[in-house]
């Protein structure tokens, strides 16, 4: 932080051209360049931080210790603010001490750390999303299908026999998604019962390949598919689509998360039901604003900082989408 009060003191005695030219440095390190949405995220923080702040991205590819290894170079490079979107929730430990002893702010999105961590140091922050408002809000868009389409209870059973597909295990996004989607269908009067789950890693190659394996297995007992994601939701669509699903009048709901730009265009097509809208434009906006604030050494408060904070984290509310 004395390294940007200097800077700034410089670039007042240097003129406007100078400060054009040094912008405070953020570090990201995110744990993938795979995830759709971290990219669509990223892109986003990319796009509204331009002329304000200078943001150098790396990624982790789902090694922590590499992420680890990433942080260290970049408080070695100089960077006024760390912004981590962390391989392991639970290993945020490490990054937030890191943080707290190069007294650097700390900006942890998108997996969310424990929360006791997060109170280690009164200079790290979390934006993200509720997972237990996105599951519940799968599960009251699957009721809603079910009601609105009571023949496909394929069987007439008056149960609805589903399929998840997780993101994976030990996310907090993916238990509690997982958790609060199923809770939500019985809480809105219909009965469930799960044939299997699949952990698929997030991705769309995974979720496709789980899926033909579940069809495999339970063929057309299979009424409902819930995914963690919509890249997960998108490779499930494709193996039903092999198994000849959507050709003609057979057809199964599958919802997912995220509103990412392939969801979208599947909704549009009629082949995925519905997703639930993970606002990457008002995320980054958190992100870059927050940042902002941090590099200026301004705390953010009501009154500066237009986004809902508590215990310094920022939840961004979620709504369902369809057609």
């Not at 993101?167 to 609060?180: K, V």
């Not at 050494?297 to 986004?307: I, S, Y």
Request: glycine share 8%; hydrophobic share 45%; with cysteine.
């Amino acid at each position: 932080m004395k390294r940007w009060l200097t800077l700034c003191l410089l670039l007042t005695l240097l003129g406007p051209a100078a400060a054009r030219a040094e912008l405070p440095r953020v570090g990201i390190c995110a744990y993938s360049s795979r995830d759709t949405f971290i990219g669509s995220l990223l892109g986003q923080i990319r796009e509204r931080s331009q002329g304000t702040l200078d943001f150098q991205i790396v990624y982790a590819q789902n090694d922590q210790n590499r992420q680890n290894d990433q942080v260290l170079q970049m408080i070695a490079d100089g960077v006024d603010i760390l912004a981590v979107n962390p391989v392991d929730r639970v290993s945020a430990v490490y990054l937030i001490a890191l943080a707290r002893q190069h007294n650097l702010p700390l900006i942890l999105f998108n997996r969310e750390p424990l929360r006791e961590d997060l109170a280690a140091y009164d200079n790290a922050y979390y934006v993200g999303i509720d997972p237990r408002q996105q599951g519940e809000l799968q599960g009251k868009l699957a009721a809603d299908y079910f009601r609105a389409h009571p023949e496909q209870d394929l069987n007439g059973d008056g149960i609805i026999q589903y399929v998840l597909l997780r993101g994976e295990p030990g996310h907090q996004d993916a238990e509690l998604r997982s958790l609060f989607s199923v809770r939500a269908l019985t809480q809105e009067g219909l009965r469930v019962q799960k044939l299997a789950e699949e952990t698929a890693y997030w991705e769309k190659g995974l979720g496709q390949e789980r899926m033909a394996m579940l069809l495999n297995v339970y063929g057309h007992r299979v009424e409902l598919v819930i995914a963690n994601n919509d890249d997960m939701a998108l490779g499930a669509i494709d193996a039903l689509k092999a198994a000849g699903y959507f050709a003609g009048a057979q057809t199964i709901p599958v919802i997912g998360v995220d509103a990412t730009a392939p969801a979208m265009e599947a909704i549009a097509q009629g082949a995925l039901y519905g997703t639930v809208e993970n606002d990457a434009a008002q995320q980054a906006q958190a992100v870059v604003e927050l940042a902002a604030l941090l590099a200026a050494g301004n705390a953010p408060t009501a009154d500066n900082f237009p986004f809902p904070m508590t215990d310094r984290v920022v939840y961004i509310p979620s709504r369902p989408v369809t057609q």
